[in-house]
């Protein structure tokens, strides 16, 4: 029971940051690219909105920052065995992050906040822009660690811990490189729905200005194709992991699938009802689709889970090595349904910023979708959140795949002292994100005009 609570708070914290990990990496990158528009055009409606989306640019990375701090004590506080097995491996990766991608990032968020009157307008630009890729280079390493778990590379044990002898086979590491892919694209798209969202819906609120309207359908229609791309990336990028998986973590593919008997020219599973291990009363199958998915072959070998275990058993003894079939069977497809609404509605709104023109912002249509929109910013946050479910949950039993069980990794803690600390991130996350999501609304609803530095520098003093 305290390895079931250990993993639950674990689970609750990193799914809370990762909340605000894409927001941030996503919202760093469109905001530059606004502020890059108004400096090559010198259009006073980009800077406006550079400054409005940079306030929730602000706010949402003070959190993640506050909620990543938080996440790391965990490896400490439930996971101590596990921190001493892994962390002559994560030293490394995660202190280049701090060092490196971290402190680039603060440094350079501060310069972009209060350096608007100081710097030239090109200096200024370039701040943003480095804050932008200091998010991308902090995911990096931190996939680094999370990839190795997955597929450890790069090591050796002795003396009962994971000893690095080769960083540049931890970063090179395939599945670090196709999970990075995945994660940034992934970003972009949450990003881009975020900003499609925002805009379409301050673009018909009832007693906005005709200037902040019009600039809010100008971003409707550059978050509508940034959205377009960046969900067909991510699609890419995931059948991309797929043929990874199938190579490195078969036993997940299966789990993924409940393909619990070896096939040959193996279907994919769209929905099953009823038992996943035995007959199902009732299934939509595509056929030969997991063989294609698996390795491009119509006719491809998918190895079931029964195989699998048989061979894990055989190279590590006794045991079950099947992850909970349920659990990350429904997270792949609740991550794809996700994706395919937001790919519709990215679809729906770049072919509605084409077919109408600002003359026509009133039509009956574009409210339609504007009220659509509204809704779909929670779509990248399920899918989000879904997929990195699949990902850990179809990691186990394994903490480190092939090398420590997750039972073999809790720190000596009663069952009070977990439920106690469970209890207290719970009731904080709570309070946290409540806040978090009052001064989004907040400033979401405000006007384009004003002062960026002022407004920016309040932003920063409410949510530091």
Known sequence: MQILLARWEFAVVTVFHFFFVPLTIGLGFLVALMQTLAYRKQDAGWERLTRFYGRLFLINIAVGVVTGITLEFQF????SAYSIFVGNIFGAPLAIEALLAFFMESTFIGLWIFGRSKLSPRLHLATIWLVSLGTMLSALFIL??????QHPVGYKVAGGQAVLTDFWAVLANPLLWGSFAHTI???????????????????????????????????????????????????????LQARLMDVYQPMKMAAAEAL???????????????????KPIFQVRVPHLLSLLADLS????????????????????????VPVVPLTYWSFRVMVGAGILMLVVAAWGTWAARRQGQGRL???????????????MALPLVANTFGWIFTEAGRQPWAVWGLMLTAKGPSSLTLADVALTLAGFVAVYTALGVVDAWLMVRYARQPLSGDGQQEAGEVAGLVY
């Not at 680094?144 to 778990?149: D, I, V």
């Not at 229609?221 to 067909?232: K, N």
């Not at 009133?362 to 779909?376: C, D, I, K, T, V």
């Open 76 to 79: 400490g506080l439930n996971w």
């Open 144 to 149: 680094a660690a999370n990839a190795w778990m």
């Open 298 to 321: 119509w006719s491809g070998t998918v190895q079931g889970i029964d195989n699998l275990q048989a061979a894990d058993v055989a190279r590590y003894g006794k045991g079950s090595y």
């Open 362 to 376: 009133g039509g009956a249509s574009q409210r339609w979708f504007a009220r659509a929109a509204l809704w779909a």
């Open 185 to 239: 694209f992934a970003a972009l798209a949450t990003a881009g729905l975020l900003v499609l969202g925002t805009s379409a819906w301050r673009a018909h609120q009832a007693g906005a200005s005709a200037e902040d309207r019009g600039a809010f359908w100008r971003s409707s229609r550059l978050a509508a194709a940034f959205s377009l791309v960046s969900t067909l990336l991510v699609a890419v990028s995931g059948d």
């Open 260 to 278: 619990y008997r070896t096939a040959k020219g193996a279907s994919f599973s769209l929905l099953t009802i009823g038992d996943l291990s035995q």
